[in-house]
């Protein structure tokens, strides 16, 4: 079955030497579900589409999934079939009314298995198949509980498969980083769940780790740029550039002293940001917030640039 994709994702990230509090607001489910759309299901039409993937993020949303541009192993689809239809004579125009069954199933991609299945009822009407179809998936309800049931298990499956495999996902992502595939060893490590905790212990370190050697891997060419801004009399660009350099990484002590050739050449604006980044140079718990902002851009930014997929799924 060929699919579109539009991603759900949770995640957060969980980084040592941040304080407890902080700790815990970061451990949330980070279960990543894709919700996936069949092109050539007829049941399903462009029309449709949008109408349906607005229900499947309801109900995802209703339980504590957001929605972002992310792809995941792990695929929520919806299958509609119509058990009763008739078309009756109202006037101007005949009213097509359906009942049928609304189906989410969730499976991983690489391994087709199921992980779970939910099926609902429902009823519409319109002037045509199609919209008697969105009509009746416009008024399923997201907070059904029976919805909230399905997705806690199979929260607590897809955990449950991480615990089991915690050890493969953290020797595949210390391959990548040895490779210095770094933005991608952290992706790996980033798909575990906060709710494997025989995993986080082991991954805690090892992201702080990747992401340090991701930034001294790329801290040189930066400071290259900046330098560039600034022999440009750039000064603005030049700090939007020293701002984006991790304040461990090996090029710290180029960042700073860039950074105080610049400060009594920018405006009140630029220096606020400028205050800003000193701080979080300075100061321990800044430096790590600043570090879980940097590491979401990254993974956001290559999830970004990777090309449109097609999947197959196979009932």
């Known amino acids: 079955m060929k699919i579109k ?3 759900i994702v ?8 941040i304080n407890s509090q902080e700790n815990q607001e970061l451990l949330n489910s980070r279960i990543v579900l894709s919700i996936v759309m069949p092109q050539n299901e007829e049941k399903i039409t462009t029309s449709n589409f949008v109408k349906i993937k607005s229900k499947i993020k309801q109900i995802i949303s209703k339980n504590d999934v957001a929605a972002t541009d992310y792809y995941s192993d792990f695929l929520i689809y919806p299958s509609i079939e119509i058990y009763d239809e ?7 125009q005949p009213i097509t009314i359906i009942s049928g069954d609304f189906t989410l199933f969730v499976k991983q991609a690489s391994t087709n298995n199921q992980f779970g299945s939910i099926s609902v009822k429902f009823k519409g009407s319109g002037n045509s198949r199609s919209k008697a179809i969105k009509n009746g ?4 309800n997201s907070n059904h509980n029976d919805f909230q ?3 806690k298990n199979v929260k607590s499956k897809i955990v449950n498969y991480y615990q089991k495999n915690c050890n493969l996902y953290v020797s595949e992502a210390d391959k990548l980083n040895a490779s210095k595939q ?3 060893a952290l992706l790996k490590l980033l798909s575990i769940p906060a709710g494997v905790t025989n995993c986080n212990s082991k991954i805690n370190s090892r992201i702080v780790q990747y992401y340090r050697n991701y930034s001294n891997s790329v801290c040189d060419k930066k400071i290259v740029i900046a330098n560039g801004y600034y022999s440009e009399k750039n000064y603005s660009k030049s700090l939007d550039i020293l701002r984006t350099i991790d304040p461990e990484s090996k090029c710290k002590s180029a960042a700073l002293s860039l950074m105080k050739k610049i400060e009594s050449k920018i405006d009140k604006e ?3 940001a400028l205050d800003i980044t000193m701080k979080i140079y300075n100061d321990k718990v800044s430096m790590e917030k600043a570090r879980i902002a940097s590491i979401k851009e990254i993974t956001l930014a290559y999830y970004k640039n990777q090309p449109d997929t097609n999947i197959h799924v196979i009932r």
């Open 5 to 7: 994709i539009l991603i």
């Open 10 to 17: 949770l995640y957060c990230i969980s980084i040592s030497n």
């Open 86 to 92: 008739e078309t009756i004579d109202a006037g101007l």
């Open 137 to 140: 998936v416009s008024k399923i």
């Open 149 to 151: 049931t399905f997705l």
């Open 182 to 184: 770094y933005e991608q």
């Open 270 to 272: 630029d220096k606020q």
